[in-house]
């Protein structure tokens, strides 16, 4: 259960056909997602279709988003990593939750960074998704600022109806008929 290792028989999945062109900036998938949604505390990422199984996500880092003086709170960072890496859906035409997610803090991310993060699928083991990040300061070559892993758990939309509080759902379906991803 505390594994995050790419088991072997996990399989490359294919990108699906009506991916976003590489270079895409990925809609927001709920508008009040703390990751990528309009929200005023959020991290108001902007997330790209990349080649192959990859995305890009920007996350610039402000005032708001300390935990010691002039730096990014670690968990934030996570966060914009978590969401970066859930977009890899947009690739697949397939839901997950993330089940695990292992992050390396190489380096201190300084408040009016921007933190490049580049995020891949590497294997499909049913319902598993197994994916891993890096995020670099202030340019895609920049210093290595961060790594993570993560396992992600296909899901149906019945997860998010079934946990997810029901005026909230229920507000959802009014605007869109329901998609929490595509
Ligand atoms: C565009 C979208 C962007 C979205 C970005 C943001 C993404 C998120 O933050 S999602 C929110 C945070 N995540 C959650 O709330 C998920 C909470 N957890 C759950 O709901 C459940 O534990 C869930 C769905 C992950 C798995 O439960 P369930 O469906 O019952 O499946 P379960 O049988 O337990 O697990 C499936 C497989 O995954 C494995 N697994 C699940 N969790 C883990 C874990 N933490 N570590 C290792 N393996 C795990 C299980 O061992 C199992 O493996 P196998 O098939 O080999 O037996």
């Known amino acids: 259960m505390n594994s995050i290792e790419l088991p072997a028989d996990a399989e490359l999945p294919s990108r699906h056909p009506k991916a976003p062109a590489p270079g895409t900036e990925l809609p927001v998938h709920y508008q009040r997602c703390f990751g990528c949604g309009d929200v005023d505390a959020g991290l108001h990422l902007k997330i790209r279709a990349g ?29 914009a990593f978590d969401e970066t890496l859930g977009s890899l859906n947009w690739l697949l035409h397939t839901t997950t939750v993330t089940g695990r997610l292992e992050t390396d803090f190489r380096r201190p991310v300084p408040v009016d960074s921007t933190l490049h993060i580049l995020a891949k699928v590497d294997g499909l083991a049913g319902r598993k998704l197994y994916v891993s990040a890096e995020g670099r300061l202030n340019a895609v070559d920049g210093p290595l600022a961060l790594t993570a892993r993560g396992l992600f758990v296909k899901v149906g939309i019945e997860h998010f109806v079934k946990h997810g509080r029901p005026q909230d759902i229920a507000e959802a379906v009014d605007e869109r008929g329901f998609e929490v991803n595509p």
């Open 51 to 79: 080649e192959g199984l990859t995305v890009t996500g920007l996350f610039q880092v402000t005032e708001h988003h300390q935990g010691a003086p002039g730096l990014a709170h670690g968990g934030l960072l996570a966060a």
